[in-house]
């Protein structure tokens, strides 16, 4: 593994549509967490994955918003019915024991137009 | 709530001009304290975690520092290259998730 890769780089897409974003984790971390940036912005923490199971959710994630993690492998963002402050660039990153901090991917950079 | 304070928002440097970046912290029962960087477009890029007061880390020009209430991040006759957003984190004991708050930031412009 190289590190932890994201899917799309970049998305834009018109307000109302549904997005969805791909992370690959280092394979052998067991923890995944997505965070939001803005510009200007240091990463806000949206979820928390242990394995397969979605430990914690941010109050930043509405109903709107859902996270999967199949098999504890590879994870899904998706966004429905997207607003135009949705735009931000979403970042994933994963550990193996959550001591020392983690790595992070480049995120993706989502543009709601 | 957990506070993360980092100043100055932004810091313009000539090549070799040492300088310091400050990270302020509010948190109940903190972990660590981490400090990021981040190029534009891309993801942070760890370099240091501090766990007790006391603690210094040094890799190339950069060393991290901590003390109770704040961590300083010392450039040492920075170059153009070091140019990019330092950014500082922590984490809390109480978190069984290990999540990192963040400050917003500094960002830094070194000018050959």
Request: a neutral charge; one cysteine or more.
């Amino acid at each position: 593994d190289t590190g932890v890769s994201q899917d799309p780089r970049h998305k834009i897409t018109k307000r109302g549509q549904n997005v969805t974003f791909r992370c690959d984790p280092i394979s052998e971390h067991n923890r995944l967490y997505w965070y939001r940036q803005t510009l200007g912005q240091g990463p806000e923490f949206l979820t928390y994955f242990q394995n397969e199971a979605q430990l914690e959710k941010s109050r930043l994630l509405s109903d709107r918003f859902s996270a999967e993690r199949p098999k504890g492998s590879f994870s899904t963002l998706e966004i429905q019915r997207t607003e135009q402050g949705d735009s931000a660039m979403y970042l994933c990153a994963s550990s193996q024991t959550g001591i020392g901090g983690y790595t992070f991917g480049s995120g993706t950079r989502l543009t709601v137009v | 709530e957990d506070q993360v304070t980092q100043s100055p928002e932004a810091l313009r440097l000539q090549e070799g001009e040492s300088s310091s970046l400050n990270c302020s912290y509010t948190v109940s029962g903190l972990r660590g304290l981490f400090w990021y960087r981040q190029d534009p477009g891309k993801g942070p890029e760890f370099l240091f975690t501090l766990y007790s007061a006391g603690e210094e880390k040094e890799k190339e020009r950069l060393k991290a520092t901590l003390t109770k209430k704040e961590s300083f991040l010392h450039i040492t006759a920075p170059k153009p290259e070091d140019s990019a957003t330092y950014l500082c984190a922590v984490q809390v004991r109480r978190d069984s998730n290990y999540k990192l708050t963040f400050g917003k930031g500094t960002l830094l412009t070194v000018n050959p």
